[in-house]
């Protein structure tokens, strides 16, 4: 018997399984969904989460990343920075995420959908097609598929609530964004 993903591959539908992150804090590195280690300039334990900051190396257009991980909302909130010449108009990236956390390791899986934020303009969600395919491929079962469909939808709405502005919803939820301030080599890539 074919399963759905195989069936969905030989069609080449966008089917992938869920990507899977690792936040080591022990060992200050970011395991990204390709399985490729990345040092990690700051791990910051919060009451509601876990804040990452990180280079992005080796990419046309991104420099730095700043990652929010909300276990209890199911979202991984990002802020890039972007390199000259390749800046968007973007607020927030957020992921719709299932995290773990522990000790010393944290760890989330992507649940396809993607929310991006123009601040007091609007919400986008993404990954739609990528969603229905890994659901009909059975990447995802009943329970998950509805934690994150449930997330996508709580999440726009409260955006909505708070005319697009994601600092100000989780500012609400009792959730501070606090950044790490660039060094001079960062602000220069």
């Keep these: 018997m074919t399963s759905q993903h195989e069936i969905a591959e030989s069609l080449g539908l966008p089917v992938h399984p869920p990507k899977v992150e690792v936040f080591d804090l022990v060992a200050g590195t970011n395991t990204d969904s390709k399985g490729v280690v990345r040092p990690v300039d700051e791990f ?3 009451r509601f989460g876990l804040y990452m900051a ?3 190396v080796d990419h046309p257009k991104l420099a730095y990343l700043e990652s929010w991980l909300l276990p209890e909302l199911n979202l991984r909130v990002s802020d890039y920075r972007w390199k000259p010449g390749h800046e968007r108009d973007q607020d927030f990236y957020l ?3 299932s995290v773990t956390s522990g000790a010393h390791r944290w760890r989330s899986v992507d649940l396809y959908l993607d ?3 123009f601040r007091n303009r609007f919400a986008e969600v993404l990954d739609t097609d990528e969603f229905v395919t890994a659901l ?3 990447l995802l079962d009943e329970r998950i598929a509805q934690l994150a469909l449930t997330t996508t939808h709580t999440t726009v709405d409260a955006l909505a609530r708070h005319d697009y502005d994601t600092a100000a919803w989780l500012r609400s939820l009792g959730v501070e964004l606090r950044r790490r301030s660039p060094t001079t080599e960062e ?3």
Excluded: L
Aim: without cysteine.
């Design 187 to 189: 602000n220069t890539q």
């Design 54 to 56: 990180r280079p992005i």
């Design 136 to 138: 009909r491929a059975e």
């Design 95 to 97: 992921d719709v995420v």
């Design 115 to 117: 929310i991006v934020v």
């Design 44 to 46: 910051r334990r919060e």
